[in-house]
């Protein structure tokens, strides 16, 4: 069962078994700028994702 990200309402699905940040990366975002949250739950970068998971991707706003 893969892995379902979803970044501004858009479903990507990847393999389980890579981390955070590699599925951030391979669906083309930046991880410096993009958060994951499972479970309503900010997860770690080298966090390893499980079949089945379902990753929301935030992305990060910076002001001044």
């Known amino acids: 069962m ?4 979803t ?5 990507h699905t990847i393999e389980a078994g ?3 940040r590699e ?3 391979r669906i083309g975002l930046s991880p410096a700028a993009t958060l994951a ?3 309503g739950q900010l997860i770690a ?3 390893i ?9 935030v992305a990060v706003i910076a002001g001044g």
């Open 45 to 47: 970068d080298d966090t």
């Open 37 to 39: 949250v499972k479970k």
């Open 49 to 57: 994702l499980q079949d089945g998971d379902e990753i929301k991707l």
């Open 7 to 11: 970044f501004r309402g858009k479903e």
């Open 18 to 20: 890579r981390t955070a």
């Open 2 to 5: 893969p892995v379902k990200l």
């Open 23 to 25: 599925a951030i990366e």
